[in-house]
């Protein structure tokens, strides 16, 4: 059974600085791995998907890394901004049973102007 | 333009009723997911289906029930055996493996 861990549960920082939210996973048995962002109250929003062949993904100010082997992917967020504040989710969606797609419990970002 | 709807946004329910959401997507996407979201909680899956007329339980799917009609719809019917239904539903679809995944904007159910 997969399980999926996301640390830290939250992280509160002054605006600009660099961090690093990290995800883990049990089985790396992965087809890929996405990367969302969840506003208070709204649905997800997909921010960079990796498939298991790919080392990292990059889109502006975001670079997500996957490390397969063992189990373990990281979002890094540049030059962070007020804007940047919601729930970060990461998703690994698995080979073996492709319907089943298990969720972290999130990392809950705020960044202080 | 092609995505998910999930209605109604908010909805209020009297103790011992069922009540069901609606998920409908134009993306031609095979999979379908609904997903349990309590505040400040991660997402737990009730129940997903790959095609149409299948689906499988997810991890937390007593006290609700789905069907498969259609490939672009796929509602969720939340029963009176279900006994803290209060919380943030959201449904999701993904065309492939190695896809992204798209979701809907969520449904807020409420017990009065």
């Known amino acids: 059974k997969q399980e999926v861990t996301q640390i830290p549960a939250a992280l509160s920082v002054p605006e600009g600085e660099n961090l690093v939210l990290n995800c883990s996973f049990t089985d790396s048995a992965i087809y890929n791995l996405q990367w969302f962002r969840q506003d208070p109250g709204k649905g997800l929003t997909s921010l960079l998907l990796?498939?298991?062949?790919?080392r990292e993904q990059t889109s502006g100010r975001l670079n997500a890394s996957l490390d397969k082997s063992s189990g373990r992917s990281t979002l890094y967020i540049a030059a962070s901004q007020p804007g940047d504040s919601a729930t970060y989710l990461c998703?690994?969606?698995?080979?073996?049973?492709?319907?089943?797609?298990?969720f972290g419990q999130g990392t809950t970002l705020q960044v202080k102007p | 333009d092609g995505g998910i709807t999930q209605s109604p946004k908010y909805l209020f329910r009297k103790e011992g009723q069922n009540v069901t959401l609606s998920c409908e997507q134009n993306l031609n996407h095979d999979a379908m997911y609904w997903y349990r979201q309590d505040p400040g909680q991660g997402l737990r899956l009730i129940y997903y289906?790959?095609?149409?007329?299948?689906?499988q339980k997810g991890d937390i799917a007593e006290g609700y029930s789905v069907s498969r009609e259609k490939k672009e719809s796929f509602p969720l019917t939340v029963t009176s055996a279900q006994k803290n239904p209060t919380a943030f539903y959201l449904c999701a679809s993904i065309g492939a493996p190695g896809n992204t995944i798209y979701f809907g904007e969520g449904s807020w159910l409420t017990v009065v």
């Open positions: 998703a690994p969606l698995m080979s073996s049973n492709t319907g089943k797609l298990i």
């Open positions: 289906s790959q095609i149409v007329n299948d689906f």
């Open positions: 990796i498939q298991s062949s790919q």
